[in-house]
């Protein structure tokens, strides 16, 4: 199929009011995915395609967490592929293992992690983080390797990238004890409380904000305006949690655009202004350069 057949066939879904922003151009600032496994098979057979999307769209940077030591020669392999494309979208690494990762009796070679991390070309650590929805039989595993990554992150001054599933308060009791001020990051995918959420932007986070913001059941909605908006990310999580009104389908970077409008509507502001908010937040947690 020809490609301007694929983007009218896209925007045939835009909403009204996306669309209508999208095509008076647009945005004060750019758009950063801050969260995006875009290494992983279900990228294999349109990566130029979500490319094209992501950057029609306003996307200027996507920032890839690890899941496991393997991922960083699949996000090598992407990012030559990336490179092709030409779309001045930037792609950033990160290093971590996941905490479904864990079995138990594993053990955190953490001088290897150290040293991943350490690289110029690493921009985060993560993700890491507590997760007790798909396993709890390794729980210390997971606890260890967390406190690992936490340490690394703090020793080496770059952001931490967290994951959390039902198990707010252990991961948030973690972060609490490692804060000597040095500790910078994102709980990413945030779904918490609105307790939780101060909680959490007290001891130093900043909030992801994913597609499970723009589903129907979604407290965050109801008290996001009550949190300071220099501490909200945005955040696709691709392929995985894709926004209204792809739900269920495969996520990608361009549906961050989705999010940023459902957000700037509960915040009562322009997209305009949400998006420059959100990038420079990005921006100054990670250390990108703008543009
Ligand atoms: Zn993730």
């Known amino acids: 199929m020809p490609l301007f057949h694929l983007r009218t066939f896209h925007g045939t879904f835009l909403t009204r009011r996306f669309q209508k922003n999208l095509q008076t151009r647009r945005f004060a600032a750019s758009m950063i995915d801050t ?8 990228f294999n ?4 395609e979500v490319a094209l999307r992501a950057s029609d769209v306003g996307v200027t940077h996507i920032l890839m967490p690890a899941i496991s030591t393997a991922s960083e020669e699949q996000m090598n392999t992407t990012i030559l592929q ?6 001045g979208i930037h792609l950033h690494k990160m290093a971590g293992i996941h905490p479904c990762e864990w079995k138990p009796g594993d053990t955190l070679d953490v001088n290897d992690l150290t040293g991943r991390v350490s690289a110029k070309d690493i921009i985060a650590v993560g993700e890491t983080g507590l997760d007790a929805y798909w396993s709890t039989d390794a729980m210390d595993e997971q606890l260890d390797s967390l406190d690992a990554h936490l340490s690394i992150a703090k020793d080496l001054q770059k952001p931490v990238v967290l994951h959390n599933r039902e198990t707010t308060t252990e991961l ?18 945030f779904t918490g409380s609105q307790d939780e959420a101060k909680r959490a932007i007290d001891l130093g986070l ?5 597609g499970v913001f723009t589903f129907k059941k979604t407290d965050t909605r109801e008290f996001v305006k009550a949190l300071p908006i220099e501490r909200l990310l945005l955040e696709t999580d691709a392929p995985y949690l894709a926004p209204v009104p792809f739900r269920g389908k495969r996520n990608e970077p361009s549906y961050v655009a989705y999010t940023a409008q459902e957000l700037a509507d509960a915040l009562e502001c322009s997209l305009a202004s949400l998006v420059a908010q959100t990038t420079q937040n990005a921006i100054s947690l990670f250390g990108l350069q703008e543009g």
């Open 35 to 42: 969260h995006c496994h875009l290494y992983v098979d279900n």
């Open 45 to 48: 057979e349109d990566l130029e």
């Open 82 to 87: 990336w490179e092709g494309f030409k779309t």
């Open 172 to 189: 948030l009791n973690e972060v609490e004890r490692q804060q000597d001020g040095r500790l910078k990051g994102v709980w990413h995918c």
């Open 206 to 210: 900043y909030l992801g904000i994913g």
